[in-house]
């Protein structure tokens, strides 16, 4: 077993992760792009590469909608502004009907309301119109909460919408280019298993954290 995790690991943590899919990011740099990273586990890679990049550094909070009994399971996810994603085929296996998907979708959309006000601690929104925006997780399983993020942030209408991540499943990334002009993911491990077999650490990130990355002044890398 300790063989495969060795196999499978490729970034010591997320800051190191981070470090690594910034310097692919490097293209981007003379556009002045905003970075939008989905919390918790997204903000320190983002950070990272909001400091590289000499970037603006924002939070997009998406919430999984998970499946009736089983809660781990996501049928979808919603964003604080309403936007939402479904996986239609889970859906319909496990015969989820719509007040099931209105209630949840309420609840969870009102908890990802709450909690980008938390984080941004009253700043108002990065303006994204005809800008550069690196949609930023620290992985891609099933890729639903960042769909989800992609189309909130289509609606205001960014220049180039590009979804950045260490690791993701090949068919969450393919998914995805349907919602952005480009997907970076410097891994597409196959099988893919979990986000955090390919992390030496892979602790739970804090909101007390998370509100401290965005808190602080961003320093380019010399």
Not at 135 to 157: C, F, I, P, Q
Not at 185 to 197: E, K, V
Request: aromatic share 6%; charged share 30%.
């Amino acid at each position: 077993m300790s063989r495969f995790l060795d196999f499978q690991t490729r970034f010591r943590d997320r800051l190191d992760a981070g470090q690594q899919l910034a310097r692919r990011l490097e293209p981007y740099r003379k556009a002045r792009p905003v970075v939008f990273a989905i919390p918790r586990g997204g903000v320190p890679v983002g950070a990272e590469i909001a400091r590289y990049l000499d970037a603006e550094l924002d939070v997009l909070v998406a919430r999984k909608l998970g499946a009736p009994l089983h809660a781990e399971l996501a049928i979808g996810a919603v964003t604080a502004d309403g936007e939402r994603f479904l996986n239609r085929d889970i859906i319909s296996q496990l015969q989820v009907d719509d007040a099931y998907l209105e209630q949840i979708t309420k609840e969870q959309s009102e908890e990802a309301r709450r909690r980008e006000q938390r984080f941004r601690g009253g700043r108002p929104p990065a303006d994204v119109k005809g800008r550069t925006v690196l949609l930023v997780d620290d992985g891609l399983a099933t890729g639903a909460t960042m769909r989800a993020a992609a189309r909130s942030l289509r609606k205001h209408e960014p220049g180039r919408l590009v979804v950045a991540v260490p690791v993701g499943s090949r068919e969450a990334c393919a998914a995805l280019r349907e919602d952005a002009d480009e997907v970076v993911c410097l891994a597409q491990p196959d099988p893919f298993y979990a986000i955090g077999l390919h992390y030496e650490r892979f602790e739970q990130v804090e909101d007390a954290e998370v509100m401290s990355l965005l808190e602080q002044p961003i320093t380019a890398e010399s």
